[in-house]
């Protein structure tokens, strides 16, 4: 018994009870209702490190001047104390709230928005799968990212707060933070650390049951090139954590031992601190080897967070256009060889670490022939607009937005990848602005696009169209009045981590040497104007949510299962899609984005569909006498 037809048979087994509400909606294993909690879990993540930031921006913006009561509000008079200096940030709280901002955002918020809750939703539904491979497993995957995000973001409220030694935690400056702490274990950066063990080991649950999900429980006459390229993004991406994670989660592991058990995995010999002296350790740590554990991870990531993205996007143009996807086959090898060169190019990340020319020499070359597969893929989704009959509904304005601002990103990039220019513009607003437009407007309208495309399958419900051009319009202005004056700012030297906004520079007397103020004069006001923009940035997701919430509840009622009239598998089944998913056998009888066949009456062709048989010809049969 093939395993699909052994899931099946096990889904039926279960189809005469109903479960509980616990069962159902709290601890499931169906793959839908984890999707569902996923996005839910990782949208609230996302507000909160958008909450983060809001408040750097502030410390940026004016740094002499107390936070606002709006902001002010979240916290109790006890934190406030304890972490802001007569209502102002501190350098020390800016750090906290830059190292949880880069953590939440990435680690518990973009990355299970793309992989958890999408992939989880519509993979299986795409393959003409009842259910992931390992349902449970995926129930743990979820609980276990739940548990790391808690206890990450719980460090907020411990005598030491959370950790403040970057989203990179590097050591040794990770090893000894937080040392005034009597039991290490109830540190902020111990936390971080538990933290991070658990979401890797929920990270590679999940990319276990994709993989396994993808290749053995495909329908009847899904081949691979019969896939939707989303699927085909989710494969990679599966792969991509499965082999990148784990060094990371060994790195974790040893330097959770350097800060609990005395080891020194990444402690050198010699460390004098002023607050303890000479430090006392067994030394003979390497700081650099972290560092090449973590971007081995970090680089792959870039594309975890950015392959679910694509996908939506390369969903939602055809649908849209009402033609095929542009490059099929050149979009799923590029996607291959994206994953593969994702691995060989995470030290141009740590140029300034003196690796010496012929070793930089290497990365260079591999980071400037990664861009050439996201080329092709960014080229092959402009030109399916070529000559489409395009319909402009809320997801595709979103995507149509991802196509230039992931242009700006990656094009940012570019000069990033030479070690020459890499040693002026390191550390500096450049490489926070130039991550920025591929995470935020890049990455971020990608997903947007997804929720619009996919809401009415998973409700039965449409979402306003009103209010997502309100959602729609001012985020795509406000995330370039926010990410762009960074270019400016870094290439002019403005530095990532200063709390001030380079405030201190200008409080140097006009008599001293110093050279650099009458930069940093001359672009701190851009300052303000990022921070306006992030605010209005803010209020600009309040129709958003309004729209999610009311558009589940009172929006207007999809008139079938298929809305967009789509030809992938997702959309044969009812809506909302019940235990099983698939109420008749399902296959796959051809590729997934036949739109405007010349041969059909319909300006679409859905894989379920099986062809016509062809007529039989009288003459031509057996018996029947010929004519002459």
Same mark, same amino acid.
């Given at each position: 018994?093939?395993?699909?037809?052994?899931?099946?048979?096990?889904?039926?087994?279960?189809?005469?009870?109903?479960?509980?509400?616990?069962?159902?909606?709290?601890?499931?294993?169906?793959?839908?209702?984890?999707?569902?909690?996923?996005?839910?879990?990782?949208?609230?993540?996302?507000?909160?490190?958008?909450?983060?930031?809001?408040?750097?921006?502030?410390?940026?913006?004016?740094?002499?001047?107390?936070?606002?009561?709006?902001?002010?509000?979240?916290?109790?008079?006890?934190?406030?104390?304890?972490?802001?200096?007569?209502?102002?940030?501190?350098?020390?709280?800016?750090?906290?709230?830059?190292?949880?901002?880069?953590?939440?955002?990435?680690?518990?918020?973009?990355?299970?928005?793309?992989?958890?809750?999408?992939?989880?939703?519509?993979?299986?539904?795409?393959?003409?799968?009842?259910?992931?491979?390992?349902?449970?497993?995926?129930?743990?995957?979820?609980?276990?990212?739940?548990?790391?995000?808690?206890?990450?973001?719980?460090?907020?409220?411990?005598?030491?707060?959370?950790?403040?030694?970057?989203?990179?935690?590097?050591?040794?400056?990770?090893?000894?933070?937080?040392?005034?702490?009597?039991?290490?274990?109830?540190?902020?950066?111990?936390?971080?650390?538990?933290?991070?063990?658990?979401?890797?080991?929920?990270?590679? *649950? #999940?990319?276990?049951? =994709? +993989?396994?999900?993808?290749?053995?429980?495909?329908?009847? $006459? !899904?081949?691979?090139?019969?896939?939707?390229?989303?699927?085909?993004?989710?494969?990679?991406?599966?792969?991509?954590?499965?082999?990148?994670?784990?060094?990371?989660?060994?790195?974790?592991?040893?330097?959770?031992?350097?800060?609990?058990?005395?080891?020194?995995?990444?402690?050198?010999?010699?460390?004098?601190?002023?607050?303890?002296?000479?430090?006392?350790?067994?030394?003979?740590?390497?700081?650099?080897?972290?560092?090449?554990?973590?971007?081995?991870?970090?680089?792959?990531?870039?594309?975890?967070?950015?392959?679910?993205?694509?996908?939506?996007?390369?969903?939602?143009?055809?649908?849209?256009?009402?033609?095929?996807?542009?490059?099929?086959?050149?979009?799923?090898?590029?996607?291959?060889? *994206? #994953?593969?060169?994702? =691995? +060989?190019?995470?030290?141009?990340?740590?140029?300034?670490? $003196? !690796?010496?020319?012929?070793?930089?020499?290497?990365?260079?070359?591999?980071?400037?022939?990664?861009?050439?597969?996201?080329?092709?893929?960014?080229?092959?989704?402009?030109?399916?607009?070529?000559?489409?009959?395009?319909?402009?509904?809320?997801?595709?304005?979103?995507?149509?937005?991802?196509?230039?601002?992931?242009?700006?990103?990656?094009?940012?990039?570019?000069?990033?990848?030479?070690?020459?220019?890499?040693?002026?513009?390191?550390?500096?607003?450049?490489?926070?602005?130039?991550?920025?437009?591929?995470?935020?407007?890049?990455?971020?309208?990608?997903?947007?696009?997804?929720?619009?495309?996919?809401?009415?399958?998973?409700?039965?419900?449409?979402?306003?169209?009103?209010?997502?051009?309100?959602?729609?319009?001012?985020?795509? +202005?406000?995330?370039?009045?926010?990410?762009?004056?960074?270019?400016?700012?870094?290439?002019?030297?403005?530095?990532?981590?200063?709390?001030?906004?380079?405030?201190?520079?200008?409080?140097?007397?006009?008599?001293?040497?110093?050279?650099?103020?009458?930069?940093?004069?001359?672009?701190?006001?851009?300052?303000?104007?990022?921070?306006?923009?992030?605010?209005?940035?803010?209020?600009?997701?309040?129709?958003?949510?309004?729209?999610?919430?009311?558009?589940?509840?009172?929006?207007?009622?999809?008139?079938?299962?298929?809305?967009?009239?789509?030809?992938?598998?997702?959309?044969?089944?009812?809506?909302?899609?019940?235990?099983?998913?698939?109420?008749?056998?399902?296959?796959?009888?051809?590729?997934?984005?036949?739109?405007?066949?010349?041969?059909?009456?319909?300006?679409?062709?859905?894989?379920?569909?099986?062809?016509?048989?062809?007529?039989?010809?009288?003459?031509?049969?057996?018996?029947?006498?010929?004519?002459?």
């Amino acid at each position: 018994m093939s395993a699909h037809a052994a899931t099946a048979d096990h889904h039926e087994e279960h189809d005469h009870h109903d479960p509980g509400f616990l069962q159902k909606y709290v601890f499931s294993t169906d793959h839908k209702t984890i999707g569902i909690q996923y996005g839910i879990t990782a949208g609230a993540f996302l507000l909160f490190g958008f909450f983060l930031m809001m408040v750097m921006r502030w410390s940026i913006a004016y740094p002499h001047e107390p936070l606002p009561e709006w902001m002010r509000i979240f916290f109790s008079e006890n934190w406030q104390a304890r972490w802001l200096q007569d209502g102002k940030v501190t350098g020390e709280t800016y750090n906290m709230f830059g190292a949880m901002h880069g953590t939440i955002m990435v680690f518990l918020g973009v990355v299970p928005l793309g992989f958890g809750a999408f992939g989880n939703y519509v993979t299986p539904l795409q393959i003409g799968a009842p259910d992931m491979a390992f349902p449970k497993l995926n129930m743990m995957s979820y609980w276990l990212y739940l548990a790391g995000g808690l206890i990450m973001c719980g460090s907020f409220f411990m005598e030491s707060g959370a950790a403040k030694s970057g989203w990179t935690n590097y050591s040794p400056l990770a090893g000894v933070a937080d040392a005034q702490i009597v039991n290490q274990w109830l540190a902020g950066q111990t936390q971080w650390l538990i933290g991070l063990v658990l979401l890797i080991t929920s990270s590679l *649950l #999940g990319s276990v049951n =994709f +993989i396994t999900t993808i290749i053995n429980l495909r329908a009847r $006459g !899904m081949t691979w090139m019969r896939l939707p390229f989303f699927v085909w993004a989710m494969l990679v991406t599966g792969f991509l954590l499965l082999l990148a994670f784990p060094p990371l989660e060994a790195a974790g592991i040893m330097q959770l031992l350097d800060r609990v058990a005395g080891s020194s995995f990444f402690m050198p010999s010699g460390l004098y601190t002023k607050a303890e002296g000479l430090l006392e350790l067994s030394g003979g740590g390497s700081p650099l080897l972290f560092q090449h554990l973590f971007w081995f991870l970090g680089h792959p990531e870039v594309y975890v967070l950015l392959l679910p993205a694509i996908a939506c996007v390369a969903e939602i143009i055809p649908a849209n256009t009402r033609k095929p996807l542009w490059g099929y086959k050149a979009m799923v090898y590029s996607v291959l060889v *994206l #994953g593969f060169l994702s =691995f +060989i190019v995470w030290a141009h990340h740590m140029y300034l670490t $003196g !690796m010496g020319p012929v070793v930089s020499t290497f990365f260079q070359t591999t980071t400037v022939l990664i861009s050439i597969p996201s080329v092709v893929l960014l080229t092959s989704l402009i030109i399916s607009l070529w000559g489409g009959s395009i319909r402009f509904t809320p997801a595709m304005i979103w995507a149509c937005a991802f196509l230039p601002m992931f242009g700006i990103g990656g094009l940012t990039g570019l000069p990033l990848a030479f070690n020459l220019v890499d040693l002026h513009l390191h550390d500096t607003y450049y490489v926070i602005g130039h991550f920025h437009y591929v995470v935020a407007p890049g990455i971020l309208f990608g997903l947007f696009a997804g929720v619009y495309h996919w809401f009415p399958k998973i409700t039965g419900r449409y979402m306003s169209s009103k209010l997502s051009h309100l959602h729609f319009w001012p985020s795509l +202005i406000c995330m370039n009045m926010i990410f762009f004056p960074m270019l400016t700012q870094g290439m002019a030297g403005f530095h990532r981590r200063w709390y001030n906004g380079g405030d201190a520079y200008l409080a140097k007397s006009p008599d001293s040497t110093n050279v650099f103020s009458s930069t940093v004069a001359e672009h701190i006001d851009l300052n303000i104007l990022m921070s306006y923009g992030a605010w209005l940035m803010a209020l600009a997701q309040i129709p958003f949510l309004i729209n999610l919430v009311i558009s589940a509840i009172a929006g207007r009622k999809v008139e079938s299962d298929n809305p967009w009239n789509a030809t992938t598998l997702e959309w044969a089944t009812p809506t909302p899609p019940g235990h099983g998913n698939f109420t008749f056998d399902v296959a796959a009888y051809r590729g997934p984005y036949e739109y405007s066949r010349p041969d059909c009456d319909e300006d679409y062709l859905p894989q379920w569909i099986a062809p016509k048989k062809p007529k039989p010809d009288l003459e031509t049969q057996p018996g029947t006498p010929a004519s002459h």
